[in-house]
């Protein structure tokens, strides 16, 4: 893997004078206020084309993975009963026109997949549960404890926090040397179990309260009263494109790739996300619409093989009133390679991408978080063994650049 750490906008380590939770953290709308404006901005800072802390750097075609620790929002349900069961929806639209103030009113589900939506500036990149089916904070309630047995062969430990991540392919015809960006925005809003059917919000089936006050065509039967409380949040991630011949990258035909399914899950990708950009159907309606599931689906020669990079040993954070998350680190694998953003909860959009050359045994121990609550991970392509011996995970410094986006 090839490539220079990279950061989300407006990154502040945690480490310096005057950091808070709030720095990197939008909220949406305004921490106070009940319901959407119309006014409120995706974007907390604006774009700087030579920021402090570096960008992420990733090919047309790359894969992102997002990742977030799930602060007790998945693992600890009951403590917010109301929220929708796949623990909200996550957005993720991608343009090369941002503006110097992107309104929310302008972009959610009104950009769509084929980017005829909306002012045409951009399009719907995918969408994904909050809640990927495995993750998990350590603590003594069920989920967590179910969740790290199950993971158990593949390395999970229920005194180590696994965080949940957000697999997602990078338009292909994306022009190197040009800046992409990427607007993360995720919907958890307080709905009225009494007139909604919480079941059903397991796939992502429930109203945005922005559609009603934009005056969209409502899917569905949905009302207004179905939500008690209008609440989100908002990061954004800007990628240098660069060419498939950059920094010593070679082309995609040098092997065939296939998914190793025996990797240490902390730093594995899912296999399932893989498969197409879209977990929860958007239709054109202004709103969650399962009946419009069309998703994309990348090249079936993407295969990835995950491989951690060392960072200092710490312990999980400890759940304190679970704020909202923050997203933490993101990475760009090369030649259908995976990306990884990594959310921390307790710090709102903070940015680290790394890249390393390794190659690692798959019996590897699984990697502790950083001391900072920062998720390095670099994920890796893995030239399948034409033996009947034990597969091992390759990075090819030719081939595969990586870089995380962290908080």
Not at 3 to 28: A, H, M, T
Not at 283 to 304: R, Y
Request: proline share 9%.
């Amino acid at each position: 893997m090839i490539g220079e750490r990279g950061f989300p906008r407006g990154y502040k380590p945690r480490s310096d004078p005057g950091f808070s939770d709030q720095v990197p953290q939008n909220i949406l709308p305004v921490k106070g206020q009940s319901a959407y404006s119309g006014q409120e901005i995706l974007n907390k800072y604006k774009f700087e084309a030579n920021p402090p802390h570096p960008m992420l750097q990733a090919a047309p075609g790359d894969y992102v993975a997002i990742v977030h620790l799930e602060n007790g929002h998945v693992s600890l349900p009951l403590n917010q009963p109301n929220k929708p069961r796949n623990r909200g929806t996550i957005f993720f639209y991608g343009t090369s026109q941002p503006k110097d103030e992107e309104r929310l009113f302008d972009v959610h589900l009104r950009w769509n997949k084929d980017g005829s939506g909306g002012d045409k500036r951009g399009v719907l990149l995918g969408t994904r549960h909050y809640d990927d089916g495995q993750c998990f904070q350590p603590n003594a309630d069920a989920i967590a404890k179910e969740r790290a047995s199950k993971f158990s062969s593949d390395g999970a430990k229920i005194s180590q926090e696994l965080p949940c991540q957000s697999d997602i392919k990078l338009p292909d015809n994306l022009k190197p040397g040009s800046v992409y960006t990427v607007y993360w925005y995720w919907d958890w809003p307080d709905l009225n179990a009494n007139k909604i059917n919480m079941d059903k919000t397991k796939d992502g089936s429930y109203p945005w309260a922005g559609s009603f006050m934009r005056g969209d065509t409502i899917p569905n039967g949905w009302t207004m009263d179905m939500i008690s409380k209008n609440e989100s949040y908002s990061s954004v991630i800007d990628i240098k494109i660069v060419g498939t011949q950059a920094q010593g990258v070679s082309t995609k035909s040098d092997a065939k790739q296939q998914y190793v399914v025996k990797q240490d899950i902390y730093s594995k990708a899912i296999e399932e996300q893989m498969k197409s950009n879209f977990q929860v159907p958007v239709g054109d309606s202004g709103s969650s619409n399962s009946n419009n599931a069309a998703g994309s689906m990348p090249p079936s020669s993407a295969a990835v093989a995950p491989v951690s990079a060392s960072g200092a040993a710490s312990h999980p954070v400890p759940l304190s009133s679970a704020p909202p998350p923050a997203l933490s680190a993101a990475t760009s694998l090369h030649c259908s390679g995976v990306v990884t953003v990594t959310q921390t909860q307790m710090v709102p959009p903070t940015t680290i991408f790394q890249t390393i050359y390794r190659t690692v045994d798959p019996g590897a121990q699984p990697t502790q978080p950083p001391a900072d609550g920062v998720t390095v991970t670099v994920t890796s392509h893995v030239h399948a063994s034409s033996t009947g011996g034990p597969a091992r995970r390759l990075v090819n410094s030719k081939n595969r650049r990586s870089g995380w986006f962290g908080a």
